[in-house]
């Protein structure tokens, strides 16, 4: 693991303390982050007083929450990002931090990270976008805004170094020291193990303030029970509150653990083929999306959004009378179509990134 610094103070600031004789780290007092070794790593080591931009991000429709993604807007937004993306000789580094924070809202891991790294060329892009993937600052909030006691925080998982089959992942850790909510000050860490999923958050300096974790899961994968300082929660998925504090031993450190087992797919494997010749035979046979009822919205702006890239025949419901050739057929359950719809919109950003 590779210890680098993310500072955004202005950079006179630090000059004026090293002239006082005072470290760069207390000089900027800003977070330090660790990050597995790769690319993502490489490119906040060069962090290091880049200034952060500060114009708001892209005004997604429905703000990028959960519930925006059950309406065609935001799956259109997608698409065209992708397309441009895919058509643009160049990569635009505003352009990745928008579909990296839209792989973040709908639980793609990689490839918001993925993303993260292709906004090398600006800086300041890197520096704003960073807290959104880690540690998971509200994706509606403006580029380097304080957070405030109570924030609700959903961190990624951590970067993987290459591109692996989907189910697959490496065990990894990912620490922020020096964050600051409200008026305190904690460390963040996230481990990634081959059987579960532990944040752990410590209280460092500062007043007590309270925050809010949101479990992540790898892709493929299911939490199925989860922990607070080690007592057993009723339920999964939902948001954890804590109150992190100086004043008590029970509130100076918490874990929060959630173990996770393997989920069944109608059609796993699908993001494993050949990109080329998976997209040319889609073109010629089409899609049918047979979606839970729970799903049907999804599914509609899924298929717009597909057809809005690569002209692909998309059709909802059983059947799809008049073909000579059956196309291919998407199973949306409820149980699994959402990571289903993730593996989805995965495969056609490599699919359009490959052309």
């Not at 906040?44 to 309406?71: H, I, N, Q, Y």
């Not at 057993?232 to 959630?258: F, N």
């Not at 899609?287 to 009822?293: M, S, V």
Request: hydrophobic share 45%; charged share 25%; proline share 8%.
């Amino acid at each position: 693991m590779t210890k680098v610094k993310s500072t955004l103070n202005p950079a006179l600031a630090l000059v004026l303390a090293l002239a006082a004789g005072v470290s760069a780290r207390q000089a900027t007092d800003q977070p330090i982050y660790q990050l597995p070794d790769g690319a993502a790593a490489d490119l906040v080591s060069e962090l290091d007083l880049a200034k952060v931009w500060t114009r708001p991000f892209r005004a997604w429709p429905g703000d990028l929450d959960d519930a925006g993604w059950d309406r065609v807007e935001p799956w259109i937004e997608w698409a065209k990002l992708v397309r441009a993306e895919a058509d643009s000789e160049f990569s635009k580094p505003l352009r990745r931090a928008d579909l990296a924070r839209a792989a973040a809202a709908t639980g793609r891991h990689e490839d918001a990270w993925f993303h993260f790294v292709e906004t090398k060329s600006e800086r300041s892009v890197s520096a704003a976008l960073l807290p959104y993937l880690f540690p998971g600052v509200p994706l509606d909030s403006p580029p380097g805004a304080p957070l405030a006691s109570g924030v609700t925080l959903r961190p990624l998982l951590p970067p993987p170094t290459e591109r692996l089959p989907y189910g697959s992942f490496d065990p990894a850790t990912l620490r922020v020291d020096q964050l600051a909510i409200g008026p305190a000050r904690v460390s963040f860490e996230l481990d990634l193990a081959r059987d579960g999923v532990q944040i752990d958050v410590t209280h460092l300096s500062g007043d007590s303030v309270e925050l809010a974790l949101v479990m992540a899961t790898p892709s493929g994968y299911a939490t199925t029970v989860e922990y607070l300082d080690w007592d057993r929660l009723a339920d999964v998925g939902v948001a954890r509150t804590i109150r992190s504090s100086p004043s008590s031993e029970t509130e100076t450190e918490h874990s929060y653990w959630g173990r996770f087992s393997p989920r069944e797919l109608a059609w796993p494997g699908i993001s494993d083929v050949d990109s080329e010749s998976l997209l040319a035979r889609l073109q010629r046979i089409g899609i049918r999306i047979e979606a839970a009822p729970s799903l049907e919205a999804r599914a509609c702006g899924l298929g717009l959004a597909l057809g809005e890239l690569f002209g692909i025949e998309v059709s909802e419901g059983t059947e799809l009378p008049g073909r000579a050739v059956a196309p291919l057929v998407l199973r949306l359950s409820e149980e699994s179509g959402e990571a289903g719809l993730r593996i989805v919109m995965g495969l056609a950003e490599r699919l359009a990134f490959s052309r």
